[in-house]
Protein backbone atom coordinates (compact mmCIF):
# COMPACT_ATOMS: atom_id res chain seq x y z
CA UNK A 1 0.00 0.00 0.00
CA UNK A 2 1.57 3.45 -0.71
CA UNK A 3 2.12 5.98 1.72
CA UNK A 4 -0.01 8.24 -0.43
CA UNK A 5 -2.80 6.12 -1.21
CA UNK A 6 -5.36 8.91 0.72
CA UNK A 7 -4.13 11.55 -1.59
CA UNK A 8 -6.11 12.65 -4.48
CA UNK A 9 -3.25 13.12 -6.59
CA UNK A 10 -0.06 11.08 -7.56
CA UNK A 11 3.08 11.76 -5.28
CA UNK A 12 6.52 11.36 -6.71
CA UNK A 13 9.72 12.56 -7.30
CA UNK A 14 8.47 12.58 -11.24
CA UNK A 15 6.71 15.30 -10.26
CA UNK A 16 10.23 17.78 -9.28
CA UNK A 17 10.24 20.40 -11.19
CA UNK A 18 7.09 20.55 -12.85
CA UNK A 19 6.10 24.46 -13.67
CA UNK A 20 2.09 25.54 -13.58
CA UNK A 21 1.43 28.77 -16.19
CA UNK A 22 -0.52 31.10 -15.43
CA UNK A 23 -3.67 29.99 -17.32
CA UNK A 24 -3.56 26.55 -15.87
CA UNK A 25 -3.34 27.62 -12.35
CA UNK A 26 -6.55 27.78 -9.23
CA UNK A 27 -4.49 29.50 -7.21
CA UNK A 28 -1.12 31.14 -6.77
CA UNK A 29 0.31 31.06 -3.20
CA UNK A 30 3.02 34.01 -2.24
CA UNK A 31 4.66 34.94 -5.11
CA UNK A 32 6.29 38.60 -6.30
CA UNK A 33 2.86 39.69 -6.51
CA UNK A 34 2.93 39.23 -2.43
CA UNK A 35 4.86 41.49 -0.14
CA UNK A 36 4.47 38.97 2.98
CA UNK A 37 4.80 35.44 3.18
CA UNK A 38 7.03 33.18 4.38
CA UNK A 39 7.68 29.71 5.05
CA UNK A 40 9.65 28.68 8.60
CA UNK A 41 10.83 25.10 10.21
CA UNK A 42 10.90 25.40 13.96
CA UNK A 43 12.84 22.78 16.69
CA UNK A 44 10.81 22.79 19.60
CA UNK A 45 10.49 20.31 22.68
CA UNK A 46 8.60 17.33 22.65
CA UNK A 47 5.84 18.01 24.90
CA UNK A 48 5.27 21.45 22.80
CA UNK A 49 4.66 19.10 19.22
CA UNK A 50 1.25 17.28 18.73
CA UNK A 51 2.49 14.73 15.93
CA UNK A 52 0.68 15.03 12.65
CA UNK A 53 -1.56 17.71 13.83
CA UNK A 54 -1.96 19.81 10.58
CA UNK A 55 -3.96 23.34 11.38
CA UNK A 56 -5.42 25.87 8.83
CA UNK A 57 -4.97 29.58 9.86
CA UNK A 58 -7.38 31.11 7.06
CA UNK A 59 -9.02 30.30 4.10
CA UNK A 60 -8.69 26.73 2.74
CA UNK A 61 -7.55 25.69 -1.11
CA UNK A 62 -11.79 25.23 -1.51
CA UNK A 63 -12.99 28.67 -0.19
CA UNK A 64 -10.32 30.39 -2.03
CA UNK A 65 -11.75 31.64 -5.74
CA UNK A 66 -9.92 30.23 -8.79
CA UNK A 67 -7.64 32.85 -10.08
CA UNK A 68 -6.64 34.47 -6.74
CA UNK A 69 -3.36 35.35 -5.53
CA UNK A 70 -2.99 34.70 -1.84
CA UNK A 71 -0.48 35.59 1.42
CA UNK A 72 0.69 32.27 2.08
CA UNK A 73 2.85 31.23 5.38
CA UNK A 74 3.90 27.87 6.56
CA UNK A 75 5.11 26.49 10.02
CA UNK A 76 6.70 23.09 10.38
CA UNK A 77 7.73 22.34 14.01
CA UNK A 78 9.47 19.84 14.82
CA UNK A 79 10.73 17.58 18.09
CA UNK A 80 13.28 14.65 18.63
CA UNK A 81 15.80 14.20 21.38
CA UNK A 82 18.55 14.40 19.20
CA UNK A 83 17.45 17.44 17.13
CA UNK A 84 18.59 21.07 17.84
CA UNK A 85 18.11 24.61 16.60
CA UNK A 86 21.01 24.52 14.24
CA UNK A 87 19.10 21.78 12.00
CA UNK A 88 16.38 24.28 11.04
CA UNK A 89 17.13 25.55 7.86
CA UNK A 90 17.93 21.83 7.17
CA UNK A 91 13.99 20.80 8.16
CA UNK A 92 13.20 24.18 6.33
CA UNK A 93 14.92 23.69 2.66
CA UNK A 94 13.59 20.27 2.72
CA UNK A 95 9.51 21.67 2.45
CA UNK A 96 10.24 22.67 -1.39
CA UNK A 97 11.46 19.58 -2.41
CA UNK A 98 8.47 17.53 -0.76
CA UNK A 99 5.93 19.64 -2.07
CA UNK A 100 7.05 19.69 -5.42
CA UNK A 101 6.67 15.78 -5.29
CA UNK A 102 2.77 16.65 -5.60
CA UNK A 103 1.00 16.42 -9.08
CA UNK A 104 0.28 19.99 -10.31
CA UNK A 105 1.83 21.48 -7.52
CA UNK A 106 4.52 23.68 -7.99
CA UNK A 107 6.89 25.67 -5.23
CA UNK A 108 9.83 28.02 -6.04
CA UNK A 109 12.21 29.75 -3.70
CA UNK A 110 12.17 30.02 0.36
CA UNK A 111 12.76 31.81 3.20
CA UNK A 112 10.44 35.13 2.46
CA UNK A 113 10.07 34.81 -0.83
CA UNK A 114 8.49 31.44 -1.60
CA UNK A 115 5.81 31.17 -4.66
CA UNK A 116 3.99 28.47 -5.17
CA UNK A 117 0.95 27.28 -7.68
CA UNK A 118 -1.97 24.73 -7.89
CA UNK A 119 -2.99 23.60 -11.10
CA UNK A 120 -6.72 23.66 -12.09
CA UNK A 121 -6.51 19.82 -13.18
CA UNK A 122 -5.15 18.52 -9.47
CA UNK A 123 -7.81 20.80 -7.74
CA UNK A 124 -10.77 19.02 -9.97
CA UNK A 125 -9.48 15.87 -8.71
CA UNK A 126 -9.77 16.57 -5.21
CA UNK A 127 -6.43 18.42 -4.33
CA UNK A 128 -8.78 20.93 -2.37
CA UNK A 129 -7.21 21.60 1.10
CA UNK A 130 -3.75 22.34 2.82
CA UNK A 131 -4.81 19.08 4.87
CA UNK A 132 -3.16 17.20 2.15
CA UNK A 133 -0.09 18.96 1.78
CA UNK A 134 0.38 18.93 5.18
CA UNK A 135 -0.14 15.06 4.95
CA UNK A 136 2.42 14.79 2.74
CA UNK A 137 4.79 16.62 4.32
CA UNK A 138 4.11 14.91 7.50
CA UNK A 139 4.97 11.41 5.90
CA UNK A 140 8.25 12.42 3.73
CA UNK A 141 9.60 14.29 7.33
CA UNK A 142 8.84 11.19 9.02
CA UNK A 143 10.15 9.05 6.84
CA UNK A 144 13.17 10.63 4.81
CA UNK A 145 14.58 11.86 8.45
CA UNK A 146 14.54 9.71 11.14
CA UNK A 147 15.58 12.37 13.57
CA UNK A 148 12.67 13.62 13.73
CA UNK A 149 10.12 12.21 15.85
CA UNK A 150 7.46 14.93 15.62
CA UNK A 151 5.72 16.99 13.22
CA UNK A 152 3.27 19.50 13.00
CA UNK A 153 2.43 21.82 10.32
CA UNK A 154 0.86 25.43 10.19
CA UNK A 155 -0.61 26.57 6.62
CA UNK A 156 -1.82 30.58 7.06
CA UNK A 157 -3.78 32.41 4.37
CA UNK A 158 -4.93 34.85 6.78
CA UNK A 159 -3.49 38.20 6.30
CA UNK A 160 -3.69 39.88 9.76
CA UNK A 161 -2.10 36.39 10.85
CA UNK A 162 0.83 36.13 8.46
CA UNK A 163 1.71 39.79 9.32
CA UNK A 164 2.12 38.74 12.78
CA UNK A 165 4.16 35.70 11.89
CA UNK A 166 6.58 37.44 8.97
CA UNK A 167 8.52 39.13 10.98
CA UNK A 168 9.17 36.54 13.62
CA UNK A 169 10.14 34.09 10.60
CA UNK A 170 12.44 37.40 9.21
CA UNK A 171 14.14 37.64 12.87
CA UNK A 172 14.64 34.03 12.73
CA UNK A 173 16.66 33.86 9.61
CA UNK A 174 18.25 36.74 10.40
CA UNK A 175 19.75 34.97 13.57
CA UNK A 176 20.61 32.30 11.57
CA UNK A 177 22.81 34.21 9.27
CA UNK A 178 24.71 35.99 11.81
CA UNK A 179 25.96 32.50 13.53
CA UNK A 180 27.53 31.80 10.18
CA UNK A 181 29.64 35.12 9.21
CA UNK A 182 32.53 34.83 11.52
CA UNK A 183 34.21 31.57 9.60
CA UNK A 184 36.56 31.63 6.34
CA UNK A 185 36.79 29.89 3.30
CA UNK A 186 40.14 29.12 3.88
CA UNK A 187 39.88 27.97 7.66
CA UNK A 188 37.72 24.43 6.16
CA UNK A 189 38.62 21.68 4.40
CA UNK A 190 35.36 21.06 3.62
CA UNK A 191 32.07 22.78 1.83
CA UNK A 192 29.42 21.43 0.79
CA UNK A 193 27.19 21.35 -2.48
CA UNK A 194 23.36 21.17 -2.81
CA UNK A 195 21.09 19.37 -5.71
CA UNK A 196 17.83 20.16 -4.63
CA UNK A 197 17.17 22.24 -7.56
CA UNK A 198 18.58 19.86 -10.04
CA UNK A 199 14.66 19.37 -11.22
CA UNK A 200 14.55 22.92 -12.12
CA UNK A 201 18.39 23.39 -13.38
CA UNK A 202 19.75 20.08 -14.36
CA UNK A 203 23.39 21.20 -14.54
CA UNK A 204 23.60 22.99 -11.39
CA UNK A 205 25.52 22.28 -8.52
CA UNK A 206 25.09 24.74 -5.49
CA UNK A 207 28.79 25.37 -4.08
CA UNK A 208 28.17 26.45 -0.23
CA UNK A 209 31.40 28.00 1.55
CA UNK A 210 31.47 29.76 4.96
CA UNK A 211 31.53 32.98 2.56
CA UNK A 212 29.40 32.38 0.43
CA UNK A 213 26.06 30.80 1.03
CA UNK A 214 23.63 28.94 -1.19
CA UNK A 215 22.17 30.71 -4.23
CA UNK A 216 18.60 30.24 -2.18
CA UNK A 217 19.70 32.20 0.43
CA UNK A 218 18.29 29.48 2.49
CA UNK A 219 21.62 27.07 3.79
CA UNK A 220 24.75 28.41 5.12
CA UNK A 221 28.43 26.36 5.23
CA UNK A 222 26.88 25.03 9.16
CA UNK A 223 23.25 23.87 7.33
CA UNK A 224 25.59 22.15 4.95
CA UNK A 225 27.55 20.19 7.51
CA UNK A 226 24.20 19.12 9.72
CA UNK A 227 22.20 18.27 6.48
CA UNK A 228 25.16 15.80 5.00
CA UNK A 229 25.77 14.13 8.41
CA UNK A 230 21.94 13.66 8.99
CA UNK A 231 21.31 12.27 5.38
CA UNK A 232 24.68 11.46 3.75
CA UNK A 233 22.79 10.31 0.35
CA UNK A 234 20.48 13.70 0.59
CA UNK A 235 21.01 16.37 -1.97
CA UNK A 236 23.32 18.40 0.56
CA UNK A 237 26.62 16.92 0.78
CA UNK A 238 30.34 17.45 1.53
CA UNK A 239 32.94 18.61 -1.17
CA UNK A 240 36.41 17.97 -0.05
CA UNK A 241 37.95 21.60 -1.37
CA UNK A 242 41.09 20.23 -2.26
CA UNK A 243 44.22 22.40 -3.56
CA UNK A 244 43.60 25.64 -3.50
CA UNK A 245 44.10 26.66 -7.58
CA UNK A 246 43.51 30.78 -7.51
CA UNK A 247 42.96 32.50 -4.35
CA UNK A 248 42.16 35.97 -6.00
CA UNK A 249 38.89 34.27 -8.11
CA UNK A 250 38.13 31.14 -6.06
CA UNK A 251 39.17 28.00 -7.50
CA UNK A 252 39.31 24.75 -5.61
CA UNK A 253 40.20 21.31 -7.21
CA UNK A 254 37.77 19.68 -5.58
CA UNK A 255 34.87 21.74 -6.04
CA UNK A 256 36.17 21.55 -9.80
CA UNK A 257 35.90 17.87 -9.67
CA UNK A 258 32.07 17.48 -7.83
CA UNK A 259 30.73 20.46 -9.79
CA UNK A 260 31.94 18.24 -13.23
CA UNK A 261 30.78 14.80 -11.76
CA UNK A 262 27.62 16.51 -10.54
CA UNK A 263 26.52 18.11 -13.78
CA UNK A 264 27.57 15.39 -15.99
CA UNK A 265 30.23 17.60 -17.78
CA UNK A 266 28.25 20.49 -18.50
CA UNK A 267 30.45 22.33 -15.78
CA UNK A 268 34.40 21.80 -15.52
CA UNK A 269 35.29 24.65 -13.57
CA UNK A 270 33.65 27.40 -11.13
CA UNK A 271 35.56 30.66 -9.70
CA UNK A 272 33.05 31.30 -6.52
CA UNK A 273 34.16 35.23 -6.25
CA UNK A 274 33.96 36.62 -9.87
CA UNK A 275 31.02 37.26 -12.04
CA UNK A 276 33.20 36.23 -15.36
CA UNK A 277 34.48 34.46 -17.23
CA UNK A 278 33.76 30.52 -15.08
CA UNK A 279 30.42 31.99 -12.86
CA UNK A 280 28.93 30.05 -10.36
CA UNK A 281 25.84 28.45 -11.90
CA UNK A 282 22.26 29.95 -11.00
CA UNK A 283 19.32 27.81 -10.53
CA UNK A 284 15.62 29.59 -10.81
CA UNK A 285 15.51 29.65 -6.98
CA UNK A 286 18.36 32.69 -6.39
CA UNK A 287 17.55 35.72 -4.19
CA UNK A 288 19.27 38.18 -6.65
CA UNK A 289 21.14 38.44 -9.59
CA UNK A 290 24.10 41.06 -10.40
CA UNK A 291 24.46 41.83 -13.94
CA UNK A 292 27.38 43.64 -16.07
CA UNK A 293 27.01 47.04 -17.43
CA UNK A 294 28.72 47.18 -19.91
CA UNK A 295 28.09 51.03 -20.29
CA UNK A 296 30.24 52.09 -17.07
CA UNK A 297 32.26 48.59 -16.75
CA UNK A 298 30.15 47.94 -13.18
CA UNK A 299 27.74 45.38 -12.15
CA UNK A 300 24.33 45.99 -10.78
CA UNK A 301 22.14 43.93 -8.23
CA UNK A 302 18.63 43.10 -8.37
CA UNK A 303 16.30 41.15 -6.06
CA UNK A 304 13.20 39.08 -6.82
CA UNK A 305 10.66 41.08 -5.29
CA UNK A 306 11.85 44.14 -7.25
CA UNK A 307 8.83 45.88 -8.86
CA UNK A 308 10.39 47.65 -11.87
CA UNK A 309 13.04 47.75 -14.09
CA UNK A 310 16.67 47.75 -13.49
CA UNK A 311 18.79 50.53 -14.74
CA UNK A 312 19.33 48.66 -18.19
CA UNK A 313 15.93 48.49 -18.93
CA UNK A 314 15.23 45.04 -17.79
CA UNK A 315 12.67 43.50 -14.92
CA UNK A 316 13.99 40.84 -12.50
CA UNK A 317 12.69 38.20 -14.28
CA UNK A 318 13.94 38.80 -18.22
CA UNK A 319 17.70 39.07 -15.69
CA UNK A 320 16.65 35.80 -14.03
CA UNK A 321 15.73 33.61 -17.17
CA UNK A 322 19.20 34.95 -18.95
CA UNK A 323 20.97 32.97 -16.19
CA UNK A 324 18.85 30.33 -14.70
CA UNK A 325 18.54 27.08 -15.89
CA UNK A 326 22.34 25.89 -14.19
CA UNK A 327 24.33 27.72 -16.56
CA UNK A 328 27.03 29.80 -16.45
CA UNK A 329 26.69 32.82 -18.02
CA UNK A 330 29.81 35.60 -18.37
CA UNK A 331 28.71 38.81 -16.44
CA UNK A 332 25.41 37.07 -15.10
CA UNK A 333 25.87 35.56 -11.18
CA UNK A 334 22.00 34.44 -9.40
CA UNK A 335 23.20 34.86 -5.61
CA UNK A 336 21.60 34.82 -1.82
CA UNK A 337 21.12 38.42 -0.29
CA UNK A 338 23.05 37.15 2.36
CA UNK A 339 26.28 36.77 -0.25
CA UNK A 340 26.21 40.55 -0.45
CA UNK A 341 27.53 40.70 3.53
CA UNK A 342 30.46 38.63 2.49
CA UNK A 343 33.67 39.61 2.42
CA UNK A 344 34.15 37.41 -0.54
CA UNK A 345 31.38 39.42 -2.44
CA UNK A 346 32.94 39.65 -5.78
CA UNK A 347 36.12 40.02 -4.22
CA UNK A 348 38.26 39.34 -7.88
CA UNK A 349 35.88 41.64 -9.28
CA UNK A 350 36.67 44.60 -7.00
CA UNK A 351 34.12 43.52 -4.62
CA UNK A 352 31.49 46.64 -3.50
CA UNK A 353 33.85 48.89 -5.87
CA UNK A 354 32.28 47.86 -8.63
CA UNK A 355 28.97 47.38 -7.94
CA UNK A 356 27.23 50.57 -8.78
CA UNK A 357 23.77 50.18 -8.75
CA UNK A 358 20.97 48.10 -6.75
CA UNK A 359 17.51 48.63 -5.51
CA UNK A 360 17.12 50.91 -2.74
CA UNK A 361 15.52 48.31 -0.44
CA UNK A 362 18.12 45.62 -0.63
CA UNK A 363 20.91 48.74 -0.07
CA UNK A 364 19.45 49.59 3.06
CA UNK A 365 19.40 46.06 4.33
CA UNK A 366 23.47 45.30 3.44
CA UNK A 367 23.71 48.54 4.35
CA UNK A 368 25.97 48.11 7.00
CA UNK A 369 28.40 45.68 5.29
CA UNK A 370 29.26 48.17 2.10
CA UNK A 371 31.95 50.26 3.11
CA UNK A 372 31.61 53.49 4.37
CA UNK A 373 33.90 55.18 1.41
CA UNK A 374 31.49 53.87 -1.27
CA UNK A 375 27.90 53.27 -0.08
CA UNK A 376 27.04 56.61 -1.30
CA UNK A 377 28.78 56.45 -4.35
CA UNK A 378 26.22 53.50 -5.48
CA UNK A 379 22.92 54.21 -7.52
CA UNK A 380 19.48 53.18 -6.79
CA UNK A 381 16.59 53.64 -8.49
CA UNK A 382 15.55 57.13 -7.08
CA UNK A 383 19.61 58.41 -8.53
CA UNK A 384 19.55 56.69 -11.71
CA UNK A 385 16.92 55.14 -14.05
CA UNK A 386 18.93 54.76 -17.66
CA UNK A 387 22.52 54.39 -18.34
CA UNK A 388 23.24 57.96 -19.00
CA UNK A 389 21.99 58.60 -15.74
CA UNK A 390 23.61 56.01 -13.95
CA UNK A 391 27.03 56.89 -15.95
CA UNK A 392 26.63 61.52 -14.35
CA UNK A 393 25.85 60.03 -11.03
CA UNK A 394 28.99 57.84 -10.70
CA UNK A 395 31.12 60.76 -12.24
CA UNK A 396 29.73 63.33 -9.83
CA UNK A 397 29.88 61.28 -6.68
CA UNK A 398 33.53 59.90 -7.97
CA UNK A 399 32.62 56.31 -7.44
CA UNK A 400 35.31 54.07 -7.89
CA UNK A 401 34.75 52.61 -11.30
CA UNK A 402 35.47 56.07 -12.55
CA UNK A 403 38.95 55.66 -12.24
CA UNK A 404 38.22 52.72 -13.98
CA UNK A 405 37.30 54.28 -16.93
CA UNK A 406 40.52 56.19 -16.87
CA UNK A 407 43.36 53.80 -16.63
CA UNK A 408 41.30 51.55 -19.42
CA UNK A 409 43.13 51.57 -22.76
CA UNK A 410 41.81 50.42 -25.89
CA UNK A 411 42.94 47.79 -27.14
CA UNK A 412 42.89 48.74 -30.76
CA UNK A 413 43.78 52.18 -32.00
CA UNK A 414 41.72 53.67 -34.49
CA UNK A 415 42.50 56.74 -36.25
CA UNK A 416 41.75 60.35 -34.05
CA UNK A 417 39.62 62.03 -36.70
CA UNK A 418 36.05 60.93 -36.48
CA UNK A 419 34.79 58.59 -39.74
CA UNK A 420 31.24 58.26 -41.01
CA UNK A 421 30.53 55.74 -43.22
CA UNK A 422 26.47 56.91 -44.92
CA UNK A 423 24.98 54.99 -47.36
CA UNK A 424 20.73 54.46 -47.17
CA UNK A 425 20.18 50.16 -46.67
CA UNK A 426 24.22 49.20 -47.37
CA UNK A 427 25.14 46.10 -45.20
CA UNK A 428 28.17 47.36 -43.78
CA UNK A 429 29.04 43.83 -42.52
CA UNK A 430 28.39 40.58 -43.13
CA UNK A 431 29.94 37.41 -41.56
CA UNK A 432 28.65 33.15 -41.40
CA UNK A 433 29.78 33.56 -37.54
CA UNK A 434 30.61 36.81 -35.71
CA UNK A 435 31.86 36.87 -32.99
CA UNK A 436 31.57 40.48 -30.36
CA UNK A 437 33.39 40.55 -26.97
CA UNK A 438 32.59 43.22 -24.55
CA UNK A 439 33.19 43.45 -21.40
CA UNK A 440 32.63 39.96 -19.90
CA UNK A 441 29.88 39.21 -22.67
CA UNK A 442 30.38 37.16 -25.89
CA UNK A 443 27.71 37.36 -28.55
CA UNK A 444 27.97 35.18 -31.40
CA UNK A 445 25.75 36.28 -34.99
CA UNK A 446 25.14 33.18 -37.43
CA UNK A 447 25.07 34.42 -40.75
CA UNK A 448 25.02 37.88 -40.08
CA UNK A 449 24.71 40.88 -42.08
CA UNK A 450 24.18 44.58 -40.54
CA UNK A 451 22.68 47.17 -42.02
CA UNK A 452 23.45 50.50 -41.07
CA UNK A 453 22.78 54.75 -42.09
CA UNK A 454 25.49 56.05 -40.58
CA UNK A 455 28.69 54.22 -39.33
CA UNK A 456 30.50 56.27 -36.50
CA UNK A 457 34.29 55.17 -35.58
CA UNK A 458 35.64 57.29 -32.66
CA UNK A 459 38.92 56.34 -30.35
CA UNK A 460 38.03 55.16 -27.18
CA UNK A 461 40.06 58.50 -26.14
CA UNK A 462 37.90 60.64 -28.01
CA UNK A 463 35.10 59.33 -25.99
CA UNK A 464 36.37 59.81 -22.67
CA UNK A 465 37.46 63.35 -23.41
CA UNK A 466 34.06 64.32 -23.71
Given at each position: ???????????????????????????????????????????RPMEAVEDGKVTIIGPDLKDIPEGSVVPFGIIVETAGPTLDAGLEGVIERRIHGYLNYIEGFMHLNQRYDIWMRLNKKSFQKGLNSFGYLGKVLYRLFKSELSIIEKVQITFITDPAKITEKFSEAVADYEARDAKARGLKDE???????????????????CVITPQRYSNCGAI??????????????GPVFAIERGELINAEKGEFSGVNETVKKRSMGDVNKVWLYTAFDYPHTSCGCFEAIAFYIPEVDGLGVVHRNFKGVTVNGLPFSTLADSAAGGRQVDGFHGM??????????FAADGGWNRIVWLPKEIKERVKEFIPADVVDKIATEENATNTDDLKAFLKDKNHPIVERWVEETAVEEAPAEEAQIEDQTMPVMTASSLPITAGGFKIILKDAKIYANKVIIKTLKDEKAK
Open positions: MSMFEDIPVEVGVIYEGERVRKNDMQVELGGPKVKEKFELAKVEVDKVYGCVLCQSFAPSHVSWFDGKASASIDPKSIEYMRSKKF
